[in-house]
């Protein structure tokens, strides 16, 4: 059995005037929480169809659970929400489970057993039968989540799971995924909630303009470089050179960089990335040796968001 | 329960719950309420007057002019019914959850296809009963051959609702809608061209309705069930709209049953291969 849930290799999708995919290359291990991160329109929601088959690729080839992507019988093994969820709504949201339970050719009794426990872990028993059309947006993602795991899959593809959820809404599915972890099963996330992906994913790949550009093992603190906000006062240009000995001064988010810092605080505040932690007392002593009053030394891990800015870039506009 | 079965249930649920089988059962209903009455007060009046001769032409004639209701009326619901079937499916992009499944892409056409065959036919038999019924508990009278001829009807139902879904499976719901009565326009006015062609004894006309009717079969199936429908001195004279010149031969039929299948395997195959 192979060991990854999923793999492609130069997969390709060009529609009639449009290259959607140009070339994807990745492999996500079995039991992994995997983040497919990119801009609106990198590919992320075309790529994940041609893995589902319901798009067929131009070029390329890639597997699922080791069979090649198409295969119905794979498909059994698959769990699947797209995006913006949406089904017959005159459906109940039991009947709905039903359906798709019975799509899988899963036996009524053991159907029966869980509908009920999905519809009470993602808390929809109460309107279990209450018709589609009369759930929430959220509700909806919901009864789609509950959906897509009805064949107790080994592998999940969630696409923007927490779009349209409540701030509750999102640490229901964020315990999901966890619990899908704890599992065993493996979770393909597409999603540009980066806060959620940090949270949930083991991994990241950034895709843009259709291709792989960067894998990221999350919580993988040794294998960062450390960054540092050093807020201070004066900043003078000698000073600032001074600090570019230790590592690299960042340019500035909005508002940080060379700004006075905002309300009471005191000094002017930059951000720069260091080797490792061990600078950090030369640091302080060097900028106390001068004289420089030292406010605030903090050491950060580069957020995802920041990841994502310099990977994806800002020559990319919002999509 | 086999895919196919499991989707064409959830099809024929949702028939159900929209009241769409509501809707046409109490439009049927009035439909056959009116034509009782209107039948009550024909026969009266060809029982108290008309020769034997008369009686049975015009009750022929009644009884041919509610199949020809029956058929329209079939028609329509062939057409309408599956027209958004597929196409509103892919539009809404609830496909996409179904086919994510373990299904075969057949099986989401041939599962939407049989709840519609059914509910089409069904409607069709219950509607052309009704007329018969009528017929034969009010007028005395049972047309010839009906077992022959509302087969044919069927198969003409058959073939709407295959062209309605196979449309689906490419086109948008509005342009389906627009080509499947498209086609049988096309199918209608070649027949017509066809049966004045052959009355005023014009080769090219009756090669265009033949032409017409290979393009679309579906009303050369009525014209064909209508002619058996009737006793031959009616079909000789050809003295009521339902007494076709030309008669369409039952090659046509197997045409059109050929027509269907394939069809429906062409629609499969390009469903099969397009994007969701």
């Known amino acids: 059995m192979s060991g990854l849930a999923v793999e492609t290799h130069g997969l390709r999708k060009r529609f009639a005037t449009k290259l959607a995919v140009a070339d994807l290359s990745l492999s996500v291990k079995r039991g992994e929480v995997f983040g497919f991160l990119g801009p609106n329109g990198a590919g992320k929601t075309t790529s994940l169809k041609m893995l589902l088959g319901l798009v067929p690729p131009t070029a390329g080839r890639a597997s699922l659970l080791g069979k090649p992507i198409g295969d119905r019988n794979t498909r059994a093994r698959v769990g699947f929400l797209p995006e913006h969820f949406r089904f017959q709504d005159w459906l109940t949201g039991r009947e709905l489970l039903r359906f798709h339970g019975r799509l899988h050719g899963i036996p009524e009794r053991t159907l029966t057993q869980r509908s009920e426990m999905l519809l009470e872990r993602v808390k929809l028993t109460e309107a279990a039968d209450r018709k589609l059309r009369e759930y929430s947006k959220g509700m909806l993602q919901r009864v789609g989540l509950a959906q897509a795991l009805i064949n107790e899959p080994e592998l999940v593809f969630l696409d923007e799971p927490t779009s349209g959820l409540d701030p509750l809404g999102r640490l229901l599915v964020r315990d999901i995924i966890h619990e899908l972890r704890g599992r065993g099963v493996t979770v393909f996330l597409n999603s540009h909630l980066l806060g959620e992906v940090e949270a949930t994913c083991d991994r990241v790949t950034f895709v843009k303009a259709g291709r792989t550009v960067h894998d990221l093992t999350l919580g993988d603190a040794a294998a960062e470089k450390v960054e540092v906000d050093v807020r201070v006062s004066p900043l003078d240009a000698a000073t600032r050179e001074g600090l570019a000995k230790f590592g690299e001064v960042l340019p500035g988010m909005p508002g940080e960089d060379g700004v006075e810092a905002a309300g009471a605080t005191a000094g002017t505040r930059l951000r720069m990335r260091i080797a490792d932690e061990e600078s950090l007392p030369e640091i302080a002593r060097w900028l106390v040796s001068r004289g420089v009053s030292l406010y605030e030394l903090k050491p950060a891990r580069k957020s995802l968001e920041r990841w994502f800015l310099e990977v994806i870039g800002d020559d990319q506009g919002p999509g | ?276």
């Open chain 2, 1 to 276: 329960m086999p895919r196919i079965l499991v989707l064409a249930h959830l099809t024929l649920h949702e028939a159900l719950r929209r009241r769409v089988l509501l809707a046409a059962l109490i439009g049927g209903g009035a439909f056959l309420i009116l034509y009782g009455v209107g039948f009550h007060f024909i026969a009266r009046d060809v029982g108290k007057h008309a020769t034997l001769l008369e009686r049975r032409i015009a009750l022929t004639a009644i009884t041919l002019a509610g199949l020809y209701a029956v058929n329209l009326l079939s028609v329509m619901s062939a057409v309408l019914l599956p027209v958004d079937a597929l196409s509103g499916e892919i539009g809404t992009g609830s496909i996409q959850t179904l086919a994510a499944k373990p299904v075969r892409r057949s099986e989401i056409v041939l599962g939407k296809w049989l709840a519609y065959v059914i509910v089409v036919l069904g409607y069709l038999t219950v509607m052309a009963g009704g007329v018969l019924t009528i017929a034969a508990v009010i007028g005395k009278f049972t047309p010839p051959n009906p077992t022959a001829a509302i087969p044919l009807m069927l198969v003409e139902m058959l073939l709407l609702v295959s062209v309605s879904i196979a449309g689906g499976t490419r086109l948008s719901t509005v342009t389906n809608g627009m080509a499947a009565f498209g086609l049988y326009g096309i199918a209608f006015i070649g027949n017509w061209v066809e049966q004045i062609g052959t009355f005023v004894d014009n080769v090219a006309a009756r090669n265009v309705g033949t032409v017409a009717s290979l393009i679309m079969p579906a009303e050369s199936l009525w014209q064909r069930a209508a002619w058996l429908m009737q006793p031959t001195i009616m079909r000789e004279l050809q003295i009521t709209p339902f007494s076709p010149a030309s008669v369409p031969s039952p090659a046509m039929v197997w045409w059109a049953a050929g027509y269907t299948v394939v069809l429906l395997v062409v629609a499969i195959r390009g469903f099969s291969k397009r994007g969701l």
